[in-house]
């Protein structure tokens, strides 16, 4: 079974920076497609950014695109989203998975909160 370790959230202002890392532990995800999603207070979990094995398909939220960018270290099984120019609406709980969704694997998240 995967599992995925979130990190990285943090208080920041708006305009700010954040790096996420999403690490995982258990049988490889080689040759998965990983994303990242986020979850709002009050609303659905929703998509943000996927990005293929090799690294060359990335794919963003019209909401995100421009400000953030996902990569991966495979030698390092890790995902990783840089998140730039954060607006206060970029706050909720980020979480990593495969793409599609593993139904078991979704692990803590990491909580983002930009102040306006």
């Known amino acids: 079974q995967v599992q995925l370790v979130e990190s990285g959230g943090g208080l920041v202002q708006a305009g700010g920076s954040l790096r996420l890392s999403c690490a995982t532990s258990g049988p490889t995800f080689s040759g998965y497609f990983m994303a990242w999603f986020r979850q709002a207070p009050g609303k659905e979990r929703e998509f943000v950014a996927h990005?293929?094995?090799?690294?060359?398909?990335?794919f963003y939220a019209d909401s995100v695109k421009g400000r953030f960018t996902i990569s991966r270290d495979n030698a390092k099984d890790t995902v990783y989203l840089q998140m730039n120019s954060l607006k206060p609406e970029d706050t909720a709980v980020y979480y990593c998975?495969?793409?599609?969704?593993?139904?078991?694997?979704w692990g803590q998240g990491t909580q983002v909160t930009v102040s306006s």
């Open positions: 998975n495969t793409n599609p969704p593993k139904i078991d694997a």
């Open positions: 990005i293929s094995w090799s690294g060359g398909t990335k």
